[in-house]
Structures are given as structure tokens and as C-alpha cells.
């Protein structure tokens, strides 16, 4: 099953004051989202409202035909997959096994999704060891892994390839990829273009607490005013298919192969 996502007109805090001021956003089913914007923006914040970590003082939070405020988290686990910022706030088992078939098992899902998953982030060889055992990178992969095994319609990724290796990266955007392309809706947090790039088909950008941006990613990715407004500069495909004008703006890495191979390009006589 695959689910819509939707703010109506969002207030939200911690009890001093609201952090998001009227929020309002509709993410399509199976359409994926990427979500930037400066520390302290309401990124997590918003994440949070989708699977009912943090409660709307003002609006209203659907996942699909469900208000989340009017579902237990068991219920809304079935529908929506959430990988918190810290990893470390998610784990919690003695093996990484264990750890991602905890989810799986709540939810009283046959096991072999844990296998899978593990497979695919490329964990098996570790899933006997100590989640601590492992670099901070591999442990988000747990998580990750963890999640995919339950197989939600809505995936809700906060910074999930932070910090992550070109290897690692590829192994998430795949991963995120073959569920998009099967139907999930995905909202990623990310300052990771590469990661955006190859991932998410919409850009939005929160500032203050507010959408202050939403674009296509192609679009977003090739303008470099916009992205050092952000501290931030064109992934490396986008920046190259600028660089050489090369048609068709690619973005993805895929894209800018093909773009090149296509290119008429001729060696200097000298
Ligand atoms: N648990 C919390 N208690 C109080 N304030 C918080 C908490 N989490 C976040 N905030 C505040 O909410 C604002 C938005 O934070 P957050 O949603 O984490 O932003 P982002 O993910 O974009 O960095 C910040 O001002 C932050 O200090
Ligand atoms: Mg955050």
C-alpha cells in the first residue's frame, strides 16, 4: 500500500513557544521529498510530526486517510518508517540482527524482510556483532535496515547517509530507489546532494520554522545562487552538466554518463 502525506496548516513545539508556524505541505504517494534547510530549521521537527513523535498544537498531520494524532505508534509503524537523526537514539539490541528484526517482529511480519534487508545494506556480514561494535555509519545502516524490514508505504529518513562513504551512499540510494519505484512516498532529510540528487524528485526548504522553498530537484540542483544561499554548492553530476552546458540538466550521475556519451566533442587539432 502506498500513502500520501499531508500538513494542514501546522503549529508545532516543545512547549515554549511553536517551532514550525503554519505548516502546510502535501507529499503525493509515491512521490519522494528531500527536506534542507539550516540547522535548527524544523526539519526533525517536521519529520517527527509524521509518525507522531512530536504533536501538532494547530492542524492537522494525515498519513494517507489517517489523522496521525488518532493513531497508536504501533499502528502508525505499519504505515510509516521513520530512521531518526542519531542512530544511537534507535538502537538498541545486543546484535544488529536483533535490532532490525525487532520492528519486523512487533509488527508480527514473517522474518525473512530482516534477511533481505540486511543483505541489501550490505550487513550481513556483521549482523552477529554489537551495534556499538560498529562505526557510526554502519550503525545508521542499521537502522535503516531496520526500518526497510517492515515495509512501510512511507518512509520519513532523517540525515541518513550523514557522514556516509560514496559505497555507503550508493547502497542507500539504491535501497530507497527500488521502494520508491514500487510505490512508497519518501521525505529524506539531507544536506547530502549526491545523496538528494540521485534520490528525491522534490525539493523543499524550511527556514525558521517555514517552507520557505519547493521546487523540482532538478531545477533546485542546478541553481547555484539558490543552493549557496545555503551554504551549499551543486552535486557533482549537476555541477559538471553545468559546467560543460550539457543538455537535457542532468543531475544524477546516470543522467550526466549519458548526457556525455551523447555530447558531440571533438580533440583540439593540437
Ligand atoms: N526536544 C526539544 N526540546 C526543545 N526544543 C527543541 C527540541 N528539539 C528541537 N528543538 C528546537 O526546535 C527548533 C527546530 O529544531 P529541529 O526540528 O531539530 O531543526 P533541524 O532538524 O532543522 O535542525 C530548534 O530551535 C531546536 O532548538
Ligand atoms: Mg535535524
Redesign the pocket.
Known sequence: MTFGVRLERVRA????GD?LHDVSLDVAAGESLALL??????????ARLLIGLVRPSAGRVTVGDWDVSGRRPDELARRVGYVF?HADHQLFARTVRDDVAFGPRCLGLPGDGVAAALEELGLSRVAGAHPYDLPAPARKLVTLAGVLAMGAGVLVL?EPTAGFDHESRELVVAALRRRIESGVTAVV?SHDLAFVAEAAERIVV?RE?AIATDRRARDMLRDEDALHALGLGPPPAAALGLRLALSGSPVRIAECVAALRGARWTAPAV
Open positions: 513545539g516543545y512547549g515554549q517551532v534547510g539550516a540547522n535548527g530549521a524544523g526539519k526533525t521537527t517536521l537523526q532523517d532529510v524550511m520554522g
